[in-house]
């Protein structure tokens, strides 16, 4: 290697004596790039990666946007489903079989905000988490959180706050923005069970810590469509400035602030984008769309290489880094970008959590990406090493949402209508013509989409891999 490089410093130097040399007794054959281009490059170079970072951003600034612009309410609002979510939740790879509770806070609007949590019940109790507007986790709650199940009150405060904290459970908030997740856990989704549900949920209070009444709005999500999906267009970027212009400024990655500089988002300033940016901005959007679609199928590694084509849901490096995709080498904002395109709300548990697990499929068993131009079908093998149930969810890669439409967005083993083969195996399809096919999820003619096999309370053999879910079979 040193011989080579000293080869390579040789050839350099040589061509750089004879340079005007050669200048002079030849005739340059190529025209040089014009500024122009240059700096059209540039820009798209930089919208690429800008637009990469923001990513989370945006996704969290659409699903805000989203129950605040549809549903009403505001930073004091808890959303929540009373039933099992339907094709109309359109949020990323949501899961149907526990209802959802959100709040979309601002610490810099409404000061330190309170979360009474109520005690779990023999019947009731949420699976949640705290998190920043980048989608970081910062505190679990429930059973399997700081509350231990008992109950607790949770107190959002900025980062340094320096108040009395005394009888709260802290959450340290590094941005302004921010969201809880919860899910409800019930023992199914029968009428009495999601009464009992919206119940135990209208137990939660939220409200500022100066406030002088603990009185908590609520706003049910049910019925009406929930848009909060990514847009790849010219409000991508009217979103990205929304964020940049209300959010906190990260101190470790103002060179991505830069990028973004260039494209005319720059905090405290109008964005306002002339004809020609406008059209570049657009073309960016759809070349990040490409992107993302491309990485929901291939940018996480397969569980069982060589046996079958599952693969993580995300890079492992999302479990190591509690989802930042930053270590003190090296910042994989590419990763993070693709993970919030498709992916909302993980846990602060997310390493050490076994209560379920997920898989996700995006090609069939040849390698080729799923698509509704295509009929497929699964067989579920009796022995799934799920303790409570397992499911599977099919999404639309262009949007990472549930198939626009579809009746049936997902099938659990828990389900009495979900049919069972004569020896304990489940076969399961997918068509854009459902019609007299058993256990069957609707897709889109033409269009890519991806599955999430869950498992609830995974047990031994899906650890140390001695199962192994086959592959997705197209016919």
Not at 276 to 298: I, K
Request: net charge negative; charged share 25%; with cysteine.
């Amino acid at each position: 290697m040193n011989r080579n490089h000293n080869l390579m410093r040789m050839a350099l130097t040589c061509c750089m004596l004879a340079g005007p040399a050669l200048a002079q007794g030849t005739t340059q054959t190529s025209s040089p790039i014009g500024q122009e281009e240059i700096e059209r490059d540039r820009f798209d170079r930089r919208a690429m990666e800008a637009g990469t970072w923001i990513m989370p951003q945006v996704m969290y600034h659409q699903m805000a946007q989203g129950a605040f612009s549809t549903f009403g309410g505001d930073e004091k609002t808890i959303y929540f489903y009373g039933q099992p979510m339907t094709w109309k939740a359109r949020m990323v790879t949501g899961n149907n079989n526990s209802p959802y509770v959100h709040t979309y806070h601002d610490l810099s609007k409404t000061g330190p905000m309170v979360l009474e949590v109520p005690a779990a019940t023999e019947t009731n109790s949420f699976f949640g988490t705290f998190l920043d507007s980048w989608h970081r986790p910062i505190i679990d709650v429930g059973p399997d959180g700081a509350d231990e199940g008992k109950g607790a009150r949770y107190l959002v405060v900025p980062k340094g706050y320096t108040g009395d904290t005394d009888g709260y459970i802290v959450v340290e908030q590094d941005t302004n923005k921010g969201y809880i997740s919860f899910r409800s856990l019930t023992e199914s989704t029968s009428a009495e069970d999601m009464a009992k549900h919206q119940d135990y949920v209208r137990q939660l209070k939220f409200y500022p810590l100066d406030a002088e009444t603990t009185e908590t709005n609520f706003v049910e999500l049910d019925g009406d469509i929930y848009e909060a999906t990514i847009p790849f267009d010219l409000r991508f970027w009217d979103a990205a400035n929304a964020m940049v212009q209300s959010e906190v400024i990260r101190e470790d990655e103002k060179a991505f602030y830069g990028m973004m500089k260039s494209l005319g988002i720059e905090k405290d300033r109008p964005f306002d984008p002339d004809d020609s940016a406008r059209e570049a901005l657009e073309g960016a959007a759809q070349r990040l769309h490409a992107e993302m679609m491309n990485d929901v199928v291939y940018f996480a590694p397969e569980l069982w290489p060589g046996q079958s084509r599952w693969t993580l849901p995300v890079p492992n490096e999302m479990m190591t880094t509690e989802a930042t995709y930053i270590s003190p080498n090296w910042n994989d904002y590419q990763s993070r970008g693709a993970t919030f395109y498709f992916y909302f709300a993980p846990a602060a548990s997310l390493a050490d959590s076994t209560s379920t697990t997920y898989i996700k499929g995006a090609l069939d068993a040849e390698g080729r990406k799923l698509n509704g131009s295509h009929d497929y079908e699964i067989v579920i093998p009796a022995d799934v090493p799920a303790r409570r149930f397992w499911s599977m969810l099919t999404y639309a890669t262009r949007d990472g949402s549930y198939i626009y439409g579809s009746e049936r967005i997902g099938i659990a083993s828990n389900e009495p209508e979900t049919v069972t083969n004569d020896d304990g195996t489940t076969t399961l399809r997918w068509s854009a013509s459902c019609d007299g096919k058993q256990n069957c999820m609707p897709v889109i003619e033409d269009e890519e989409f991806f599955l999430l096999f869950r498992l609830y309370g995974p047990e031994a053999a899906f650890f140390d891999k001695s199962f192994v879910l086959p592959d997705i079979e197209r016919l």
